[in-house]
């Protein structure tokens, strides 16, 4: 059985959501918390800035490959 476009994009962009509310929430945030530095910036803030930036890399490659 093949699910139509748009009901495959929206669960797409839902599994997104979910990655990025699990990514952000405390319990996986509080992976980043280190004392280790990055280019001489601290870790957490760098860790979060990538996680956001894939998180909209993924998104913008889904809406684009989906035709939206």
């Given amino acids: ?6 009901e495959r994009r929206l669960q797409r962009l839902l599994a997104l959501f979910a990655a990025g509310w699990l990514l952000f929430d ?3 945030m ?3 918390v280190r ?5 001489g910036l601290p870790f957490l803030p ?3 800035f990538a996680i ?3 998180l909209i890399g993924l998104l ?3 809406l684009e490959r989906e035709g939206g």
Avoid at 1 to 6: E, F, G, H, K, T
Avoid at 35 to 39: E, L, Q, R
Wanted: no cysteine; aromatic share 16%.
């Fill in 60 to 62: 913008a490659w889904t």
């Fill in 30 to 32: 509080s992976l980043w």
């Fill in 26 to 28: 405390f319990p996986l």
């Fill in 52 to 54: 956001w930036a894939v």
């Fill in 35 to 39: 004392d280790t530095t990055v280019a």
């Fill in 1 to 6: 059985m093949r699910i139509a476009r748009p």
């Fill in 46 to 48: 760098v860790a979060l």
